[in-house]
Nanobody, 125 residues
Framework: VQLQASGGGTVQAGGSLRLSCVDS????????MGWFRQAPGKEREFVAA???????KYEDFVKGRFAISRDDAKNTVYLQMNSLNTEDTAVYYC????????????????????WGRGTQVTVSS
């Protein structure tokens, strides 16, 4: 597994967490990256994505609360999560977009080729 997600944990509603996703392989190409999440009994859903040039996309339910960013010198993508609520409880996954041409469809899991092991986020009321 080349992508390693970390930073999950248990937090009270209203709290914050910052997830990190490190690519263990130094690449010559800067890839577009995304975060997805999957709650028990639910399908994996898109959270946010960031393009090689810093452009971002967010699912509506995280707009204004979450922020995706990247530090290419560290091969790392971050997901800052604020104002967490119980519905944010899920396993969060980072993934690499197959190709930059798929950016318009960055919300579709099928457009990603490499998935990291998830990190559990639990928000308590």
């Amino acid at each position: 597994v080349q992508l390693q997600a970390s930073g999950g944990g248990t937090v009270q509603a209203g709290g914050s967490l910052r997830l990190s996703c490190v690519d263990s392989v130094r690449r010559s190409t800067i890839y577009d990256m995304g975060w997805f999440r999957q709650a028990p009994g639910k399908e994996r859903e898109f959270v946010a994505a960031i393009r090689w040039n810093g452009d971002t996309k967010y699912e509506d339910f995280v707009k204004g609360r979450f922020a995706i960013s990247r530090d290419d010198a560290k091969n790392t993508v971050y997901l800052q999560m604020n104002s967490l609520n119980t519905e944010d409880t899920a396993v969060y996954y980072c993934a690499r977009l197959r190709d930059g041409r798929w950016w318009p469809q960055a919300g579709r899991a099928s457009r990603y080729e490499e998935w990291g092991r998830g990190t559990q986020v639990t928000v308590s009321s």
